[in-house]
């Protein structure tokens, strides 16, 4: 069992905890083991984990319309989260960094090996400058990432781009 609080959801029961972390899923918190509400929508679609809130169980639906109120694009970013896990990634969180994910080589997890790539989710409707691009790009270049913009279009198929620099 795991309890929605705010924008989190937290997993305490260890043997569900432990092989969550063995995937490469969450970030611990002490003795508790943290999700973020994407990792938990798709956790709770693919019948890992119980979700829930207020004393009420949370199904994937409700969860991704709880999640979806609370921050912008939610759902895009979801598809693309599930969509790299999907094909065998650990995708953590890259807020830090300035991008939606990191994500690792597969079937290496956060402190086995270095970030492979950063991604930025768009939508088919998104307009960026050439300078906003170009600061992405360099900024992942700094990181030693390779900077993978995800396109998502209007049937909610995923188009990625690997943009690098290239100096003279």
């Known amino acids: ?23 490469g899923f969450g970030e611990k918190d002490g003795k508790d083991l943290v999700l973020d509400l994407k990792e938990a929508v798709y956790l709770i679609e693919k019948e890992k984990i119980e979700v829930i809130h207020k004393e009420k169980k949370l199904s994937a639906k409700k ?3 709880y999640a979806s109120a609370r921050e912008a694009r ?25 991008f939606e994910f990191r994500v690792y080589p597969r079937g290496k997890k956060a402190g086995e090996a270095h970030t492979e790539r950063v991604v930025k989710v768009f939508t088919q409707d998104d307009r960026k400058g050439l300078i906003e691009l170009s600061r992405m790009v360099r900024l992942a270049g700094n990181l030693k990432t390779q900077c993978t913009f995800a396109v998502v279009d209007s049937e909610n198929d995923i188009n990625y781009y690997f943009i690098e620099r290239i100096t003279p």
């Open 1 to 23: 069992m795991a309890e929605l609080i705010q924008n989190k959801v937290i997993v305490d029961k260890k043997k569900v905890k432990d092989a969550l972390i063995q995937k």
């Open 74 to 98: 939610f759902y895009s970013k979801y598809i693309v989260f599930k969509d790299l896990r999907d094909r065998g990634y650990c995708v953590k969180t890259g807020f830090k960094f300035g």
């Open 63 to 65: 969860l991704l319309a």
